[in-house]
């Protein structure tokens, strides 16, 4: 397929932001069905950014569909499968495995093309199981301030954190951010050729970023959440603006760290 950085650019273009869905039971009218969906959230965040928000169903995307984007955002969402990291599966992990085997294979795809990535919570980990990373199944089991990620079923909690220098996250939020989070798994063992570069004050890894290559930023909270601060969908459609323009991304300011630089609590 052509690449959208082919095509004739105009002015006025608003990148095309690809978004992962997933299989959800739904009701609408008269009917009650599974739907592909994403939550609003996410969609109304790339538009007021100035993204074209596309959705991609959560099984048969033949990842050659990428070479028509400029940018792709792996929503959160469940758990991810530990068999996709080789552990053993905790008794509160629910997940959906074929969602895992799509949004990872999407994930590998955009890294190789070198196409803007940010990936939100589920979709931070995604990032870090793709390239070898693994997982902590459940936070209260080695965390006793886990309650402040996830306080209730269907409520948010609230993360402050502090970034990285010279990092994509420190560039867009400053020194200190914070944003509603929901999340009882979190990152553990941080894949070769990512680097976090935001915690929280206990320690938890709230953002990670590729070392080289291309755009890529995976964080752990839920920022789409927070319509008040957009500066991280607005700086995202802005690297996929300048893709869709032909100039790729470079590793940006996370390439100059390496692992060894991560951010202390």
Known sequence: MASSASEPFRAGYRPRIALTTYYQEGSWGVWNSVAAIVPG????????????????????????VLGLVDGLIVIGGVDVDPRFYGAERHELTSSQPSRDEHDLALTRAALERGLPLFAI????????????????????????????YQPEPGRYGQVAFRTEPGSRCRELLGAAAESPCYHHQALDEVAEGL???ARAADGTIEAVETTAGGWALGVQFHPEENRKDPRLFEGFVAVAHDHARGRTPSGGPAGALHREDTCTP
């Not at 959230?41 to 050659?64: I, Q």
């Not at 990032?127 to 209260?140: D, E």
Request: aromatic content about 2%; some cysteine; charged content about 15%.
């Open 41 to 64: 959230a996410y969609v109304e965040a790339v538009a007021a950014a100035g993204g074209t928000p596309l959705l991609l169903p959560p099984v048969g995307t033949d990842p050659e």
């Open 121 to 148: 919570c589920r979709g931070a980990q995604i990032l870090n199981v793709a390239l070898g990373g693994t997982l902590i199944q459940h936070l209260p089991d080695v965390n006793e301030n886990a309650e402040q």
């Open 195 to 197: 680097v976090v570069t």
